[in-house]
């Protein structure tokens, strides 16, 4: 259950998204450019794109019998070896910043055991990002944990908080240094997210199976990973990733105090219709916990659909709505009501660390792209500080239980030769960057 996109695709019928209607798009004039200090750029996750990252817990679950997953990520994008290929296309559209993660089952596979090799690995792709003048996003984790941590009981384990403490020390007293921002945790409320969404009682009981199959596999008495877990430790897991998040920015500032140090949310644009009471409720679910924290310089807002809530719960998306590929709500002023919400519950400083649309339409991903963006625009005027916008993704990589089925690269990735081709809407989104203004 990885990712909210791939998970309620699952859960609901598969919708081919319509073409694109090109009436939809506005001509309006281009706007005001953005900061002088907004920075561009797109996002990759390491066990999405690296490959072979076989000592992870979702490496593990990729392989078990019964599996949620499609298909086995195997070479992925193969960018553990090409990762100074995707710095230059990174490059080739004028990004100035690049998001990716650092891979914790890379770095300590081991209880005890760090790879110098692997620390040497991320510290050489944040300098790659230095002499491409590009800031360096990093996250701690991005889902992937150490399969030898899920089968202590993940974050059911109340000794989980101090073990990623641990691990994000050992990392940061040799890469904070050239961090331009870290994140701790890539959407630590997801699975509550996709509870209140009404994900049907046969998901949770293929991921009880596919967990119990890992714990067998690993003589394991319980074994959990970060965002594939049991319906039941929902709200135990929540309270430790709070602690956790704390725990891990205090020991990667330790190593350097002026590193801006947050989190990302998985957000959706939660509208009202006769009456604001369920949304409300749904978003103090959602989000509330995570946004009453102080202990972060800033909130990294990831949005990617609409929802309506009325007075008894979820409604059906309207007939006339843009639909993604797995047949959800895409509105381009969703980005900017989830960024305006965000600071207005936080104050806190915005980084959009993730934002974007599986499509098989790329007119459908430039539209998407360039509308939102003009929404964004609007918002950033009004006062709320957006520090950048980074994209998912850079490449149609690997999507989690829907394998590599659904597609939100701005890059295609022939899945023999590796080979990577801009797609035209990378293009526009290149031109938008270039003149830092729709």
Same mark, same amino acid.
């Not at 296309?89 to 300590?108: D, H, M, N, P, V």
């Given at each position: 259950?990885?990712?909210?996109r791939q998970?309620?695709a699952m859960a609901?019928?598969t919708v081919s998204?319509p073409?694109?209607a090109?009436a939809?798009?506005?001509?309006g004039?281009a706007?005001?450019?953005?900061?002088?200090d907004?920075?561009?750029?797109?996002?990759?996750a390491g066990h999405?794109?690296?490959?072979?990252?076989?000592n992870s817990d979702?490496w593990?679950?990729?392989h078990?019998?019964?599996?949620?997953?499609?298909?086995?990520?195997?070479?992925?994008?193969?960018?553990?070896?090409?990762?100074?290929?995707d710095?230059d296309?990174?490059?080739?559209?004028?990004?100035?910043?690049?998001?990716?993660?650092?891979?914790?089952?890379?770095?300590?596979p081991?209880?005890?055991?760090?790879?110098?090799?692997?620390i040497?690995?991320y510290?050489r792709?944040?300098?790659?990002?230095?002499?491409?003048?590009?800031?360096?996003?990093?996250?701690?984790?991005?889902?992937a944990?150490?399969?030898w941590?899920a089968?202590?009981?993940?974050?059911?384990?109340?000794?989980?908080?101090?073990?990623?403490?641990e691990?994000?020390?050992?990392?940061?007293v040799?890469?904070?240094?050239g961090?331009?921002y870290a994140?701790?945790?890539?959407?630590?409320?997801?699975?509550?997210?996709l509870?209140?969404?009404?994900?049907p009682?046969?998901v949770?009981?293929m991921?009880?199976?596919?967990?119990?199959?890992?714990?067998?596999?690993t003589?394991?008495?319980?074994?959990?990973g970060l965002?594939?877990?049991?319906?039941g430790d929902l709200d135990v897991?929540?309270?430790?990733?709070l602690?956790g998040?704390?725990l891990a920015?205090?020991?990667i500032?330790?190593q350097r105090?002026?590193?801006?140090v947050g989190?990302?949310l998985?957000?959706?644009d939660?509208?009202?219709?006769g009456?604001?009471?369920?949304?409300d409720?749904m978003?103090d #679910?959602?989000?509330?916990?995570w946004?009453?924290?102080?202990?972060?310089d800033?909130?990294?807002?990831?949005?990617?659909?609409?929802?309506?809530?009325?007075p008894d719960?979820?409604?059906?998306i309207?007939?006339?709505?843009q639909?993604?590929?797995?047949g959800?709500w895409?509105?381009?002023?969703?980005?900017?009501?989830?960024?305006q919400?965000?600071?207005?519950?936080?104050?806190?400083p915005?980084?959009?660390?993730?934002h974007g649309i599986?499509?098989?339409d790329d007119?459908?991903?430039?539209?998407f792209?360039?509308e939102?963006?003009?929404n964004?625009q609007?918002?950033?005027?009004?006062g709320v500080?957006v520090k950048? #916008?980074?994209?998912?993704?850079?490449l149609?990589? #690997?999507?989690?239980?829907?394998? #590599?089925n659904e597609h939100?690269?701005?890059?295609?990735?022939?899945?023999t030769?590796?080979?990577r081709?801009?797609?035209?809407?990378a293009?526009?989104?290149a031109?938008i960057v270039?003149?830092?203004?729709?």
């Open positions: 259950m990885i990712n909210r998970f309620l609901t019928a998204a073409l694109f090109k939809a798009t506005s001509s004039e706007g005001q450019p953005f900061p002088d907004f920075f561009w750029g797109a996002a990759s999405q794109v690296e490959g072979n990252n076989v979702i593990l679950l990729e078990v019998q019964p599996t949620l997953f499609r298909e086995p990520s195997g070479d992925a994008c193969n960018s553990f070896m090409l990762w100074e290929k710095l296309l990174c490059k080739a559209l004028g990004f100035s910043a690049y998001r990716f993660s650092i891979e914790w089952a890379r770095i300590q081991e209880p005890g055991l760090y790879s110098q090799a692997m040497d690995h510290k792709i944040i300098e790659g990002c230095h002499k491409r003048n590009m800031v360096p996003l990093v996250s701690f984790n991005h889902f944990s150490p399969v941590f089968a202590k009981g993940g974050w059911t384990n109340p000794q989980a908080p101090s073990l990623f403490a691990y994000c020390s050992k990392a940061a040799q890469l904070a240094d961090i331009g994140v701790t945790f890539n959407e630590p409320n997801l699975l509550r997210l509870k209140v969404l009404g994900v009682d046969f949770w009981d991921q009880d199976k596919m967990l119990t199959a890992a714990a067998k596999a003589n394991s008495e319980y074994f959990c965002n594939s877990a049991r319906l897991i929540n309270e430790q990733l602690i998040h704390k920015r205090e020991a500032k330790a105090s002026n590193l801006d989190f990302t998985a957000m959706l939660d509208q009202s219709k009456g604001d009471a369920m949304r409720k978003c #679910y959602n989000y509330g916990a946004l009453a924290v102080e202990e972060t800033f909130i990294g807002v990831q949005n990617y659909e609409r929802v309506e809530w009325g719960g979820k409604l059906p309207p007939a006339d709505a639909l993604n590929h797995s959800h895409v509105e381009p002023t969703s980005l900017a009501n989830c960024v919400y965000t600071y207005n519950k936080t104050k806190k915005i980084v959009v660390t993730e599986g499509t098989e007119n459908q991903r430039s539209w792209i360039r939102s963006l003009r964004l609007q918002t950033i005027e009004g500080p950048g #916008y980074i994209h998912w993704t850079l149609d990589n #690997y999507e989690w239980i829907s394998g #590599y939100f690269g701005l890059h295609t990735v022939d899945r030769t590796f080979e081709k801009a797609k035209p809407s293009h526009e989104y031109a270039k003149r830092n203004r729709v």
